[in-house]
């Protein structure tokens, strides 16, 4: 096959689409832009694809007429061929907010067949969209430097500054040595108004799969609602500084806890929903696989006697358990990217919540489950999206769902 990769031609971009990219059409064929943005015209250099593919992958190498979005990138190694961490550094805050908003909205249209006008929320605490990444996972390159993977590539560009990481990160000072033997590095501080001052953690993962804690503790301690959250430095933490706070208020809103309420958490990580909902409610239970983050939800919930941790995948706890509990009034879930699936929604249904509060990362899975909850029964109420991941494609979203 006769590759294309290197090949430059001019072309108008179209809409923005789900992943960091644009999308633009040449000679009958989709091909996805990055570093463009709608309505401009560039000129690509292609960077996957051959004659025959179906679509073919494509830089803006030269912006020829430019959006109103665009400004300059903030980052020495994001842009063609760089860094593949962040998709939108060429993008107004405001811009990045509206073509999030668009994927959302084309995703809900695509996929539940829902026309609804979305709009991404600014949260505190970094308004230039930089500095908020309070855990990082860097990759190590063959003369052992911190770095960050090439765009879709296994190539390390090895970095001296990463200007989306938060300063506390950056302190830890990990571009300014080499890690010999290592192949990641993964840099966590913790989040919260109290603890401004508390060490950063740097965990070093060898090749030979041997984990080193490099600088401050294994566990750090986060501060959201009120309460102290323990997690691990390579546990599961919200990442933005403000994302605790923004989403056990947003959840709050869309339950409308009451006294006599059984919740359930679903994919509970280290407890922050179940946590944060206890004092409202009669009883919780927090649902969650990974043993580590149900040890630290065990600790981070002790003092709520009304919150029980079960340590169990949410489907097959589910399928185990839900048709013998009292169903639940609220169910709160934030599944991983990949969303919770049919059987997941099926089995939440059935139990017959009054509403369902979904946090989730991927607006496609998302868009998909908001389709599944709907043949169930449950409409989607309410979509509040949250920008959580400045200058990345990453979106966080807030939906609510009631019976019809
Ligand atoms: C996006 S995190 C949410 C954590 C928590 N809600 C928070 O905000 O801190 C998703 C969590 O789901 C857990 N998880 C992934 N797949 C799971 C499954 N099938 N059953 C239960 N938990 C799962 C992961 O270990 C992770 O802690």
């Not at 043993?291 to 706890?317: H, T």
């Not at 089995?347 to 998302?366: E, M, N, T």
Request: one cysteine or more; aromatic letters at 6%.
């Amino acid at each position: 096959m006769s590759s294309l990769v290197g090949q430059q031609f001019e072309v108008v971009v179209g809409a923005v689409a789900h992943g960091g990219f644009c999308v633009a059409r040449h000679e009958g064929r989709a091909i996805f832009v990055r570093h463009s943005l709608p309505g401009e015209k560039v000129v690509v250099e292609i960077t996957e694809g051959d004659v025959d593919s179906r679509y073919l992958r494509a830089d803006a190498v030269k912006v020829v007429q430019a959006s109103p979005d665009r400004v300059d990138s903030r980052c020495s190694v994001a842009g063609p061929g760089g860094c593949g961490g962040c998709d939108w550094q060429h993008v107004s805050m405001d811009g990045q907010r509206r073509l999030k908003a668009s994927v959302i909205e084309e995703q809900l249209k695509r996929l539940a067949g829902l026309d609804r006008r979305i709009e991404v929320l600014e949260v505190p605490g970094s308004p230039d969209g930089l500095h908020w990444r309070t855990r990082m996972k860097f990759t190590v390159d063959a003369d052992a430097r911190a770095g960050l993977r090439r765009s879709r590539s296994h190539e390390v560009i090895a970095l001296d500054d990463c200007p989306i990481s938060h300063p506390k990160v950056l302190e830890a000072g990990i571009f300014e040595t080499t890690w010999p033997g290592a192949e990641a590095i993964v840099v966590a501080a913790p989040t919260g108004p109290t603890v401004e001052t508390n060490e950063t953690s740097v965990l070093v993962e060898y090749t030979n799969g041997q984990k080193f804690q490099a600088l401050g503790p294994a566990t750090l301690v986060n501060d959201a609602a009120g309460r102290l959250w323990r997690s691990r430095v390579d546990g599961f933490w919200q990442v933005h500084p403000a994302a605790a706070q923004t989403l056990v208020d947003a959840i709050a809103k869309a339950a409308q806890p009451r006294p006599s309420d059984v919740v359930w958490d679903l994919y509970a990580g280290v407890g922050l929903f179940a946590g944060a909902l206890a004092g409202h409610v009669s009883d919780v239970v927090a649902v969650e696989t990974d043993a580590s983050a149900c040890r630290d939800a065990e600790r981070n919930l002790k003092d709520l006697k009304n919150v029980q941790v079960v340590a169990a995948r949410v489907d097959r706890w589910l399928k185990a358990n839900g048709g013998e509990l009292n169903g639940p009034d609220v169910v709160v879930l934030d599944p991983p990217r990949k969303g919770a699936g049919a059987s997941v929604v099926d089995l939440i249904s059935a139990s017959k919540p009054r509403v369902v509060v979904y946090v989730a990362c991927d607006p496609a899975a998302l868009a998909r489950d908001v389709a599944l909850f709907a043949a169930k029964g449950y409409s989607l109420q309410d979509l509040t999206a949250f920008d959580l991941f400045p200058m990345t494609h990453h979106i966080e979203c807030v939906a609510v769902f009631r019976p019809v």
